[in-house]
């Protein structure tokens, strides 16, 4: 069965600190990695990996796959107030419906 | 519109009702997929439709559970005799193109079912 592990599963940290949050993945047929931000209720796109070792980077925002490893870091630096959601991870695999697979999430709050 | 759209946002029902799930995917999608979150949980794939073909079902809980989109644009996500594990919150998701193509999928933001 195809897993996926986030962790930590909350963070709480102050405005200014830079955080990383983890996903490790079991899956049969890997394509690609996903991440979202979910404020409220829409889960919403923040990057997809699919190669070992490329970072992608948006703004505080950056992530990164080792596929040797089968995992993925999501790094944000200087923290602030509004970047406090649950960060979800998925994983896509090849063949079937293009489902994704997510695990439970990160809970990050950043205080002022 | 600029967006999907789900109604009702919240659905309370008693045990043993049917109800109905509306999804407005963004116009032209091809793509529709529901999705089941439980309270501190991550989404769960329920089921994928390209147009009006619903081509997996796989994630669908249970016989109670049948999903449509007749004309390959609007789906309607029904839950009949609903129990009070279908409390959860019924994601939308919707992407432009077919398989085998990588396509963000944008989400809805969700029906609240709470089954009393």
């Known amino acids: 069965e195809d897993k996926v592990v986030q962790s930590p599963l909350s963070l709480v940290v102050h405005e200014g600190d830079t955080v990383t949050l983890n996903c490790s993945y079991e899956v049969t047929n890997f394509r690609s990695l996903l991440w979202y931000k979910q404020e409220k209720k829409a889960p919403t796109f923040l990057f997809m990996l699919?190669?070992?070792?490329i970072e992608k980077k948006s703004g505080r925002l950056s992530s990164i796959l080792d596929k040797k490893e089968l995992s993925s870091i999501l790094n944000i630096t200087a923290t602030q107030t509004g970047d406090s959601a649950i960060y979800l991870c998925a994983v896509r695999t090849q063949g079937g419906s293009e489902k994704l697979v997510f695990g439970k999430g990160t809970k990050l709050t950043v205080n002022p | 519109g600029a967006g999907v759209s789900q109604s009702p946002r919240y659905k309370v029902a008693k045990r043993g009702q049917d109800v109905a799930l509306r999804c407005d995917p963004i116009s032209g999608h091809v793509s529709l997929f529901w999705y089941q979150q439980a309270l501190g949980q991550g989404p769960e794939f329920l089921t994928y439709f390209q147009n009006e073909a619903q081509l997996d079902k796989s994630g669908l809980p249970s016989d109670r559970f049948f999903a449509e989109r007749p004309e390959g644009s609007v789906s309607t996500l029904k839950i009949q005799r609903t129990q009070q594990e279908d409390s959860a919150v019924y994601l939308c998701?919707?992407?432009?193109?077919?398989?085998?193509?990588?396509?963000?999928?944008?989400f809805g933001p969700g029906t609240r079912l709470t089954v009393l």
């Open positions: 699919t190669s070992s070792g």
């Open positions: 998701a919707s992407s432009l193109l077919a398989l085998g193509v990588f396509n963000e999928q944008f």
